[in-house]
């Protein structure tokens, strides 16, 4: 069974450009959940899709913007780029949510990694 | 707030010595406790996790236990292996499906 795959691997992009990142769930998971690795800091939370929706939203300004596309799979949007968007960025999926309980069924990806130059 | 704080890295040992990565957190309310590890070139996976207060979670010869009035979850393996190299990431769960990291120990396990 795949995994959940990110593409690209690595992104370069210069201060004020946009970047897209993809990201592809387990097949059968409907939520997916994006995370920013930055170095020195942990893991972030980014955006949680499910079924199509934006369920909750992490501490980022909002040049951060996603979607998730009918098959699941979802897009990161960072648009107007900083230095300090540098990072690694993380996709993982789960099943569905129902309601309660913590999300520990979540797989990650390898990331990708965003150097702003 | 909720926040997670961890012993930095890099923890150096050699194989078949004792670890203990602490991990201490604030939170309000009774959060879910979690251990994740990242393999070199790999994705973080779930190692283990405990619910409540005085739960452990154990896995892999790994285990962690949910200590209420410290509010920690060190996580301790009796005999380490050059494969347990790799980053630990100590989370909690505050509800709505987000999870808060901390910034993750490095563990160099060498023969």
């Known amino acids: 069974e795949a995994g959940v795959t990110q593409s690209p691997t690595h992104l370069i992009k210069t201060r004020g450009q946009q970047a897209t990142l993809r990201c592809s769930p387990i097949?059968?998971?409907?939520?997916v959940y994006w995370y920013q690795q930055a170095l020195g800091l942990g893991l972030q939370f980014l955006l949680w899709?499910?079924?199509?929706?934006?369920?909750n939203r992490g501490n980022f300004p909002p040049r951060f913007s996603g979607r998730q596309f009918p098959n699941y799979s979802s897009e990161l949007n960072v648009n107007a780029l900083e230095l300090e968007d540098s990072a690694l960025y993380l996709c993982a999926s789960s099943l569905a949510f129902d309601g309660q309980g913590a999300s520990e069924k979540l797989f990650f990806g390898s990331g990708t990694q965003l150097s702003v130059l | 707030g909720n926040s997670v704080t961890q012993m930095e890295g890099p923890v150096t040992l050699s194989e078949e010595a004792f670890l203990t990565i602490n991990c201490t957190y604030t939170a309000t309310g009774y959060p879910s406790l979690f251990w994740y590890v990242q393999y070199p070139g790999e994705g973080l996976q779930l190692l283990l996790k405990a619910t409540k207060a005085d739960d452990k979670g154990s896995n892999k010869g790994f285990e962690a236990t949910y200590r209420k009035e410290t509010t920690s979850f060190h996580l301790e393996k009796g005999s380490v292996q050059v494969s347990d190299s790799a980053v630990y990431f100590c989370a909690l769960y505050i509800g709505f499906q987000k999870l808060v990291f901390g910034t993750g120990t490095r563990l160099l396990v060498s023969p």
């Open positions: 097949s059968g998971h409907t939520s």
């Open positions: 899709y499910d079924e199509g929706e934006e369920r």
